[in-house]
Structures are given as C-alpha cells and as structure tokens.
C-alpha cells in the first residue's frame, strides 16, 4: 500500500480501529490499546507502542500514518510566554501560545488557518482563511504546549483557551471532537471547566452548544454593546446583531446555567466614552456575566490606539457600580507578537499561508 493510500490513524473512532483489527483476524482490544497510545499518551509513532507486538506495529505501518503536527519555530518572550509556530501536514501554519502566570499555565489554541470573519483590528483576520484544522491538530497543539510547560516551567497545563487563530463556532464539530479527546479520561482527562471557547458570537452555534449541553466556558469577543459601533469593528455583527446575540445568550444560559465572559477591548475615540460603558453594563445584566477589558495590542500602523487608563478605569468604575464583575487583563507576549489580536502578526512563518 503507497504512503498515499494510507489512511490518518487518528481520523478513525474506536469502533472503527475495532473493525480494522477483527478484519484483520486480529484480537478486539488491540483497538483499544492502539486508542490509548494515539490520545492518552500523545504517541506520534508505531514503533513506540511497546505492549504491541512488532508483526502488529507493522501491519498498523502499513495501512495507517500519523499526521502529527511540528513545532516549526518556538518564540520566548521576556515574561516567560511561549508562542509556537506550528506546521501542519499539509504545510500550512498555525500559531498557538503558553501563557504563564503565578498560579496557571494557559495554552491558548488555533482552531482555523487563517480566519474568515474580517475583524478590522486583528492580525488573523489579514489572513485569509484557508481551511478549518482536524481535531488532532487541535489536540496536538495542546499537547506540545503541555509538553512545553512541563520542560519549561516544571508545571502541568491548567488551562485551555480557544483564542488562537480562527473563528471556533466556524469549526463546530471538529472543534467539540477536539476537546472530548482533550477531556475525555481516555484523552488527556482534563476538567472541561478548565476549557474556554472564545467566539465573536454566532447565535445559532451559541444555541447549538446550549443544545449540545457543553461543560466548558463561554466567552464572547464583545467590544461593545452598541450595534453602529461594534459593526464598525466587526462585520459579523451586521447579520447578527446584538439583539440576536442576547437572545441566544439567554437562551445558553437557560440550559447550561453557567457564566459568561465578555471579552472587551476600549479603543481611543471608538468606545471609550461613557455612553458605551453604560451600553455595556446594561448589556451584562441579560445574564449573568463579567467583563475581561483586555489590553491592545496594536499591528502595525493600524487605525486603532489603545485608550487612555482613564477611560478604562471609568468603565471598571461603571461596571462595579452595577455589581458586575471587571478585570483587566495585561498583556502577556507583546515583545514576539504572541498577544490577542497579533496572531499571524509579523511572524515570517505566518507569511506562508497568505501566498
């Protein structure tokens, strides 16, 4: 059978590597044993599959290949954040990211190469979107960075977030197989709680994950809460606007009883007024929620400026008044452009998959 013949191992379920085996006139539960070498163990080849006898490894050689990720080029920065470079079978580039603080290391992962959705203050979204990424490219990223904390920081990986490139609701199953590989006690067996999906809020997916009875947490790439002005800054709100928004969210609230997190950006002269502050208070009391006012990162000489610490102490200041909880988050990676917004930024890596 030709290297072009052979099929991805990890594209088959379970009870398909069963089917394999039995066909094969094999035993039943070498599938099972095969299954925990490719998602439990993160093996990235046959020969390490030590409990598989040789004749087994190389009937698997033959039928079967392991499309794992690479590592193409690995950014430190100086407060210790990691961003990978990662190479795809196809040679296509992603970029991932280990972000570390005092109490948790986060990977904050792609789920699309390139993205689609023409947000005008992100990188990602200069990049056209050329396909969505399989969920053990997924699953890989997280690995290498888990790996990556363990080398590095001498730490486990406490925390996934979906915030890399990509729109994840755009990717809907491959992204909910990821994480079920991810949480799964025969994947890497982490809590779901600890999983975020980050999307600019699509509000048929919202209520297909609410129907889906996810566990993980959901947070929404806000950036205001008056419609003129967020369409400005993100096309999608035009097909769906705030209105649609909330009433999805309500509805995801309804079946899954869980928070949400607003993430916000507060730009000079866009929406770092009052009035957009109190559009925002009154836009989290739809259910409950709180704020992440996450610090710009510019790219290039883009149009948009963060604003002034005065703005963005009038909005925490609003926020608290009405009991809603606001944090400010700074920056992590800003010096290898690993920070939200700048994926796919200036890294020459990312070049390759404009051409």
């Given at each position: 059978?030709?290297?072009?013949?052979?099929?991805?191992?990890?594209?088959l379920?379970?009870?398909?590597?069963?089917?394999?085996?039995?066909?094969?006139?094999?035993?039943?539960?070498?599938?099972?044993?095969v299954?925990?070498w490719?998602?439990?163990k993160?093996?990235?080849?046959?020969?390490?599959?030590?409990?598989?006898?040789?004749?087994?490894?190389?009937?698997?050689?033959?039928?079967?290949?392991?499309?794992?990720?690479?590592?193409?080029?690995?950014?430190?920065?100086?407060?210790?954040?990691?961003?990978?470079?990662?190479?795809l079978?196809?040679?296509?580039?992603?970029?991932?990211?280990?972000?570390?603080?005092?109490?948790?290391?986060?990977?904050?992962?792609?789920?699309?190469?390139?993205?689609?959705?023409?947000?005008?203050?992100?990188?990602?979204?200069r990049?056209?979107?050329?396909?969505?990424?399989?969920?053990?490219?997924?699953?890989?990223?997280?690995?290498?960075?888990?790996?990556?904390?363990?080398?590095?920081?001498?730490?486990?990986?406490?925390?996934?977030?979906?915030?890399?490139?990509?729109?994840p609701?755009?990717?809907?199953?491959?992204?909910?197989?990821?994480?079920?590989?991810?949480?799964?006690?025969?994947?890497?067996g982490?809590?779901?709680?600890?999983?975020t999906?980050?999307?600019?809020?699509?509000?048929?997916?919202?209520?297909?994950?609410?129907?889906d009875?996810?566990?993980?947490?959901l947070?929404?790439?806000?950036?205001?809460?008056?419609?003129?002005?967020?369409?400005?800054?993100?096309?999608?709100?035009?097909?769906?606007?705030?209105?649609?928004?909330?009433?999805?969210?309500?509805?995801?609230?309804?079946?899954?009883?869980?928070?949400?997190?607003?993430?916000?950006?507060?730009?000079?002269?866009?929406?770092?007024?009052?009035?957009?502050?109190?559009?925002?208070?009154?836009?989290?009391?739809?259910?409950?929620?709180?704020v992440?006012?996450?610090?710009?990162?510019?790219?290039?000489?883009?149009?948009?400026?963060?604003?002034?610490?005065?703005?963005?102490?009038?909005?925490?200041?609003?926020?608290?008044?009405?009991?809603?909880?606001?944090?400010?988050?700074?920056?992590?990676?800003q010096?290898?452009d690993?920070?939200?917004?700048?994926?796919?930024?200036k890294?020459?890596?990312?070049?390759?998959?404009?051409?």
């Open positions: 059978m030709g290297e072009s013949q052979k099929r991805d191992i990890r594209k379920s379970l009870s398909d590597l069963e089917e394999f085996f039995v066909a094969q006139g094999e035993k039943k539960f070498r599938a099972k044993q299954y925990e490719l998602w439990n993160s093996l990235k080849n046959f020969d390490e599959m030590t409990n598989i006898s040789l004749a087994t490894r190389d009937l698997l050689k033959q039928h079967f290949e392991i499309n794992h990720i690479q590592v193409d080029l690995m950014q430190h920065s100086q407060d210790g954040t990691i961003k990978n470079a990662v190479k079978f196809d040679d296509k580039i992603v970029e991932s990211v280990l972000i570390p603080t005092n109490k948790r290391i986060t990977a904050c992962v792609s789920s699309q190469v390139g993205c689609s959705l023409d947000c005008n203050f992100c990188a990602t979204a990049l056209k979107r050329m396909r969505n990424l399989n969920p053990d490219e997924i699953y890989d990223q997280v690995v290498a960075i888990k790996e990556e904390a363990e080398t590095y920081f001498q730490r486990p990986l406490t925390n996934i977030v979906f915030m890399g490139m990509g729109e609701l755009l990717n809907y199953n491959n992204v909910l197989d990821a994480i079920d590989k991810i949480t799964s006690p025969e994947g890497l982490m809590a779901p709680r600890r999983i999906l980050s999307t600019v809020g699509i509000p048929k997916m919202i209520r297909k994950l609410a129907d009875e996810v566990k993980f947490n947070a929404i790439s806000l950036h205001s809460a008056i419609n003129e002005t967020r369409s400005r800054l993100m096309p999608i709100n035009d097909s769906s606007p705030l209105e649609e928004l909330a009433d999805a969210l309500k509805y995801w609230y309804q079946k899954i009883k869980r928070k949400v997190t607003y993430e916000y950006v507060i730009w000079e002269g866009v929406n770092d007024d009052e009035r957009h502050a109190k559009a925002l208070a009154k836009f989290c009391k739809i259910i409950p929620s709180k992440n006012i996450i610090q710009y990162n510019p790219i290039d000489e883009g149009e948009f400026r963060q604003a002034k610490q005065e703005a963005v102490d009038m909005y925490v200041r609003i926020l608290e008044q009405q009991g809603i909880i606001a944090k400010v988050r700074k920056s992590r990676g010096d290898i690993a920070a939200c917004g700048q994926l796919a930024n890294n020459e890596v990312a070049e390759l998959t404009k051409i």
